[in-house]
């Protein structure tokens, strides 16, 4: 009788294991569709975070603190890479990865032609974030036989080291910046099927 009892206990557990399992295994399914948007949105929340977080506590410290100072050619000068090296360094470093995602940081009044658009559709978008940078300008284009999701994300002039740096730079192709304009965009790209 006990042993029937158990037994009966036993199935109906294992019953609602296997109910609990076959639920989730469906949710992972669901998972699977994550709209490529919100990965963009993802990926770009940590760049911005790693960004800013270098800035204030690496950069902006070293400097206050007389330890060291960033600039552009800090290779010769033993200084600190720029945010934005640091951002163009990691976007190498995640090509060569070969996982098919890029990040580079680009503008429209770029100081390195190589940072301006690279075709028509990085220059509308950067046009289109410059008007409305709450909203990333997205898309889907084809190279060879791969599909790959594009976004754009606004880049703007947090503080006034952005204005001052950029304006003052010989090479920059925009010296009339304010604060809070746009200067650029962030784009970001990876494979879709
Ligand atoms: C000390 C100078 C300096 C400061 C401060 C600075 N930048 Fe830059 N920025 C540069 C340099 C130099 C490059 C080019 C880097 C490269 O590609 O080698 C660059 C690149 C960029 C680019 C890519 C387009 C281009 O101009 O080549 C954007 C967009 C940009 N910076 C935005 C910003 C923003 C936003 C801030 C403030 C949060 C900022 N920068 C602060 C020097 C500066």
Not at 163 to 190: A, R
């Amino acid at each position: 009788m006990i042993e029937k009892a158990a037994g009966r206990i036993l199935g109906k557990l294992l019953s609602i294991l296997l109910v609990g399992v076959s639920l989730n295994i469906a949710r992972a399914g669901e998972l699977e569709g994550i709209p490529p948007e919100l990965v963009a949105e993802y990926i770009h929340a940590v760049i911005q975070a790693d960004r800013s977080i270098y800035s204030t506590h690496v950069v902006e410290q070293l400097q206050d603190r007389k330890v060291a100072v960033a600039a552009e050619d800090w290779k010769a000068k033993g200084a600190l890479p720029l945010p934005a090296q640091m951002l163009q360094m990691a976007g190498q470093e995640v090509q060569g990865l070969g996982l098919g995602l890029r990040i580079r940081l680009t503008s429209l009044g770029p100081i390195y032609t190589k940072n301006g658009p690279a075709d028509q559709f990085e220059r509308v978008g950067l046009e289109a974030v410059a008007k409305n940078p709450r909203k990333p300008y997205t898309g889907i284009i084809t190279e060879g036989d791969r599909r790959y999701f594009k976004a754009i994300f606004a880049d703007r002039a947090v503080s006034m080291t952005c204005v001052m740096c950029h304006n003052s730079h010989p090479l920059s192709t925009k010296q009339d910046y304010k604060l809070h304009d746009v200067m650029g965009g962030v784009i970001i790209s990876f494979p879709v099927r």
